[in-house]
């Protein structure tokens, strides 16, 4: 069984930083892309930023130059640095890995709420 649990999310206001952590654990081979999803009320989830193993990584275009994603493989741990939080960065962040078990499948954390104070 695999489990992602998140951490970090809270209040802030706007201009404000968060850093969100998602850890992995379980029994399985490895890990490969890792990825930070978030879903605001009445809106679909959308993706935010992911990383591969080997540390490429992608953004939506709403965060790029304020989030950055990062990873420890070692650790099974990806992180999200949110800087220059707005409003409307406000929704629940949900953690994403691809975790190879027998083969690869995607596992979704809890998520934890960010809201951004105007």
């Known amino acids: 069984q695999v489990q992602l649990v998140e951490s970090g999310g809270g209040l802030v206001q706007a201009g404000g930083s968060l850093r969100l952590s998602c850890v992995a654990s379980?029994?399985?081979?490895?890990?490969?892309?890792m990825g930070w999803y978030r879903q605001a009320p009445g809106k679909q989830r959308e993706v935010v930023a992911t990383?591969?193993?080997?540390?490429?990584?992608r953004y939506a275009d709403s965060v790029k130059g304020r989030f950055t994603i990062s990873r420890d493989n070692a650790k099974n741990t990806v992180w999200l640095q949110m800087n220059s939080l707005k409003p409307e960065d406000t929704a629940v962040y949900y953690c994403?890995?691809?975790?190879?078990?027998?083969?690869?499948?995607?596992?979704w954390g809890q998520g934890t709420q960010v809201t951004v104070s105007s």
């Open positions: 379980g029994s399985f081979r490895s890990i490969n892309d």
């Open positions: 994403n890995a691809v975790v190879v078990i027998i083969v690869p499948r995607g596992y």
């Open positions: 990383i591969t193993r080997d540390g490429g990584t």
